[in-house]
């Protein structure tokens, strides 16, 4: 069972990955090469922006210190792991960009502590 806080990380984080993958969607025509070069940076920022404007948003992503984070969509293979992390190989790339960020504003001595 998931505590509060990591459903709180969980629900908000699933909302701008969401977010991100409909404006990716509505780009044409769509460079994959630019997209796959891109697109990890593009998240980190997004994620970076979100979580460095909110103390409490910041202290939940804080929670998780020291823990890896895993997106588990059930059929995402590129952002998350799908929903089964044990049998899955893929590139986590939101639960990946959600270390980054935690890290770099640790790093940085995040401000609204």
């Known amino acids: 069972m998931m505590s509060s806080s990591n459903t709180l990380i969980w629900m908000t984080s699933f ?42 948003l910041y202290k939940v992503l804080e929670q998780t210190m020291g823990r890896d ?22 590139e986590n790339l939101f639960g990946r960009a959600l270390v980054i960020v935690r890290e770099s504003l640790a790093e940085q001595h995040f401000l609204l502590r």
């Open 15 to 56: 909302r701008v990955c969401i977010n991100i993958q409909a404006k990716a969607k509505e780009v044409t025509p769509v460079d994959e090469q630019k997209w796959k070069q891109w697109r990890e940076r593009i998240t980190i920022y997004v994620l970076t922006q979100k979580f460095s404007s909110s103390k409490d």
């Open 69 to 90: 984070i895993v997106e588990a969509g059930p059929r995402e293979s590129i952002w998350g792991v799908g929903i089964d992390v044990s049998e899955v190989q893929s």
